[in-house]
């Protein structure tokens, strides 16, 4: 058995055999200088399957968000933002920091926007106030324990941006758990944004990378933007190869890491200290509240590494993700760890 069971995130997998192979032996030139055909196949490709022109690797999903935001804003400006969602808590205030505009959290059933709220929290120009210029959605929404963000809220966010001239950013760094655990095809969550930024990096499994798409113009600033961050690579071609096996062959597999979650939520949440609604748990991620009267946070995860599983502790509460390199076996492990600990 491997000594550690790591459910800390979707972004610790590993890239496959196939992959490693893909890096060997892929075709690369410098791409910056426009010259890199593996990153170019990619970049065709990401952008075909979200249904857009245009598409950019980026080497992060933190620099995809970055520069989403930075394309569609100015100075003065505002964002809505959901308050739990990842771009507004969870990257280093790139909007304040790079985009120099000011985020407008709103709050949420489930990470799902009421678009009445949304609207009315529209600002236009005044000589007080910043203008409101960008919607942020994000789905699945990570602190919201991976819930999937229906597709009637992305139509009636997309109706009250237009009649109000706002554009749509969609955090989609999970929009293929979306896509697999509700049908809804990428394209269209997709087709209600005008940008789109997904992960390669986490259940897709890719080492590195992350996708920004979008219309043509917008993807050529972007590049620029892309630059100015110091995200410019040269011979990429090494890590689109693996964003390929990612999006051609990692899809599909994503609903085994659901049926995982599902499975180690519905042996754990009525265990003393913890608060789960295992119906909640619609993708790979779990995140439970937890308050014990014996046990703290940290000391549950402790226990848990000296028992082989790790987990992380997130918002008063611990979250665990099911992808590519934890099985079945390590699910039955992390299942008596938690009974172990707690039950007895
Ligand atoms: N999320 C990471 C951590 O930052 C928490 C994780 O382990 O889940 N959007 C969403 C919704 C994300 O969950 C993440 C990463 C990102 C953007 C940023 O991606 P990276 O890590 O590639 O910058």
Same mark, same amino acid.
């Given at each position: ?16 055999? %196939? ?7 892929? %075709? ?11 990153? +170019?196949?990619? %970049? ?29 804003? +100015? ?26 505009? *000011? ?131 040269? +011979? ?29 939520? %519905? ?7 913890? *608060? ?69």
């Amino acid at each position: 058995m491997k000594t550690l069971s790591d459910f800390r995130s979707d972004t610790v997998t590993r890239p496959t055999d %196939e992959m490693r192979r893909a890096m060997a032996e892929a %075709e690369v030139g410098d791409d910056v200088l426009g010259d890199d055909p593996t990153v +170019q196949k990619l %970049e065709i490709q990401a952008a075909s399957i979200m249904g857009k022109e245009a598409g950019l690797f980026v080497p992060s999903g933190t620099m995809g968000n970055s520069i989403g935001v930075k394309m569609w804003t +100015q100075e003065l400006q505002e964002v809505i933002v959901e308050e739990k969602c990842h771009i507004y808590n969870m990257e280093s205030t790139h909007m304040t920091f790079i985009s120099r505009v *000011t985020p407008r959290p709103l709050p949420s059933k489930r990470g799902v926007l009421d678009p009445e709220m949304v609207r009315s929290n529209i600002r236009p120009a005044s000589v007080q106030t910043p203008r409101t210029s960008l919607i942020c959605l994000e789905n699945t929404h990570n602190n919201w324990g991976g819930a999937v963000i229906p597709i009637e809220t992305f139509k009636e966010i997309r109706r009250i941006a237009d009649e109000y001239g706002l554009k749509v950013h969609l955090d989609g760094a999970r929009i293929f758990n979306a896509s697999q655990a509700s049908g809804v095809p990428v394209k269209e969550y997709a087709k209600y944004c005008d940008s789109v930024m997904f992960c390669l990096s986490k259940g897709l499994s890719s080492p590195v990378g992350s996708m920004l798409v979008s219309d043509r113009a917008t993807i050529d600033y972007a590049r620029r933007l892309r630059k100015a961050l110091g995200g410019g690579m040269r +011979q990429a071609g090494v890590l689109a190869a693996c964003g390929l096996i990612s999006l051609a062959k990692m899809v599909d597999r994503l609903k085994e890491d659901h049926a995982r979650a599902r499975r180690l939520a %519905e042996a754990i949440y009525d265990l003393p200290g913890i *608060t789960l609604d295992p119906a909640e748990v619609e993708t790979n991620i779990i995140i439970f509240y937890f308050n014990h009267p014996k046990i703290t946070i940290p000391e549950l995860l402790a226990r848990l590494k000296e028992k082989g599983i790790l987990a992380l502790g997130v918002f008063g509460g611990v979250r665990l993700v099911a992808h590519k390199d934890v099985d079945d076996e390590d699910v039955n492990r992390a299942i008596k760890a938690f009974q172990e600990i707690l039950a007895s």
